[in-house]
């Protein structure tokens, strides 16, 4: 089901060759051996593991060449990401992490931390400041239910992922008064990572500020004025549509749960509600994922260090963490205020698509739907983009087609255009990595 799903949100937000190509990958998981790889590792661990991805891609190498190979891992990978966000159970989000900061073919899928990318890096200062003040505002005014704001509170002050956040039940909510009157504000978090145990046999205890352990206590005392909620199973945030038939049965445990997937979309509804924008004045996207990056690049801001940051996003190693720490926050921050004047009119006049490579353009297999320019370093005509319009263009390519909605850009790189100041300015930062006109 999560490669029919992912398919589904490829057709909705791709190219039809980009969706064929990406088919393609995903398909050669149809394997009699596969198959064998994928039951196993789902009987044992109750997850695809990192060993599965190495099974897919040496299953892979018999079927399609050794400059192919990028191509489908590259695929198996951005799947793998998107179902762990989707909250499909059979995904790790230790593995998906892992993922994030591996390198396949010499591009670096832990781009949208290392980048702070707009979209899907961590929020930015502003971003996080609005994004609290707004909850702060709808707890005066009560315009947002008080199971999401409690929901993003915690997101944003524990960094869990959406799992986390459906195992949570009423009992994790611990209240300690002090005899000098002082009130200790605790949550015990089930772990999800531990194959041996079960969904909710460890968990981490982690200290709450009172604004949030207050609005925790509120939510309890609001589920607990429901009716139909029965039995001894009282998850902290309710399903819409609890299931009660399932009471009694080996689900039951399931009755009142969310599903994974609809933290996200809660998480998306809110954002919304809230009128929350992105430092480029776009809706900001607010997801667990996101939250999780925002909330280990402030610990690094603030100084912890690389134990530290593993211990409070709960993963049992540190190699998964550098990644945030890698991208030097302060850096980037300094380097995208010095650079956005310059790039920012180049980036608002880009009117079309960035695509992989010419293969997935939509004239891809039409040579006369190349746009080509004149490289500087090289003094030969190179390619950096098609031409998606079937018909004659009067206007001065390459320079019009980027105010252009039918120009497809090639996801390359070459500095022979650039001026050397620019190019040791945007190199690091990694601002953008398709071509464009000279400067």
Avoid at 39 to 53: I, K, P
Avoid at 137 to 164: E, V
């Amino acid at each position: 089901m999560a490669v029919v799903h992912y398919l589904r949100h490829l057709i909705r937000n791709n190219a039809l060759t980009y969706v064929r190509s990406q088919f393609s990958a995903l398909r050669a998981m149809a394997t009699e051996s596969l198959a064998k790889a994928m039951e196993q590792s789902l009987r044992e661990n109750g997850v695809l593991t990192r060993s599965f991805y190495g099974a897919f891609k040496k299953s892979v190498l018999t079927t399609v060449s050794q400059s192919n190979l990028s191509s489908y891992t590259g695929a198996y990978v951005r799947w793998y990401i998107w179902a762990t966000d989707a909250g499909f159970d059979e995904f790790d989000p230790e593995v998906a992490c892992e993922f994030e900061s591996l390198t396949i073919g010499g591009n670096p899928t832990g781009q949208a931390v290392l980048s702070h990318d707009v979209n899907d890096g961590p929020l930015r200062d502003v971003e996080m400041t609005q994004l609290r003040s707004a909850l702060r505002a709808a707890q005066t005014d009560k315009s947002i239910d008080l199971a999401d704001l409690t929901l993003a509170w915690i997101m944003i002050a524990l960094g869990t992922n959406a799992r986390n956040i459906i195992l949570l039940e009423e009992k994790d909510y611990i209240r300690t008064e002090l005899e000098d009157g002082q009130v200790i504000h605790e949550l015990r978090v089930p772990r999800i990572k531990k194959r041996t145990a079960g969904l909710r046999d460890q968990f981490r205890t982690r200290g709450l500020v009172p604004e949030i352990g207050e609005l925790i206590a509120q939510l309890i005392e609001q589920n607990q004025s429901a009716d139909h909620v029965v039995g001894a199973i009282r998850p902290l945030f309710r399903s819409a549509k609890p299931r009660p038939s399932l009471i009694g049965t080996l689900f039951q445990d399931r009755c009142f749960r969310k599903h994974p997937r609809a933290v996200h979309d809660r998480l998306k509804i809110l954002s919304k509600r809230l009128g929350l924008v992105n430092v480029e004045g776009g809706p900001l996207r607010l997801y667990p994922r996101r939250l999780r990056y925002s909330f280990a690049t402030r610990l690094v801001q603030e100084g912890a260090s690389v134990q530290d940051v593993a211990d409070a996003l709960d993963h049992t190693s540190t190699d998964h963490v550098m990644v945030y720490f890698n991208a030097r926050s302060d850096a980037v921050r300094n380097l995208d205020r010095a650079l956005s004047t310059i790039l920012a009119p180049i980036a608002q006049a880009f009117l079309g698509m960035v695509i992989n490579s010419e293969a997935d353009a939509t004239r891809g297999d039409d040579p006369t739907s190349r746009i080509t320019h004149m490289d500087t370093a090289t003094k030969k005509r190179e390619g950096l983009g098609n031409c998606g319009e079937f018909g004659f263009c009067s206007l001065a390519a390459p320079v019009a087609c980027y105010t252009c909605t039918k120009f497809q850009a090639w996801l390359s790189f070459s500095p022979g255009w650039l001026p050397a100041a620019c190019w040791t300015s945007v190199w690091p930062c990694r601002v953008t990595r398709s071509r464009a006109s000279p400067l």
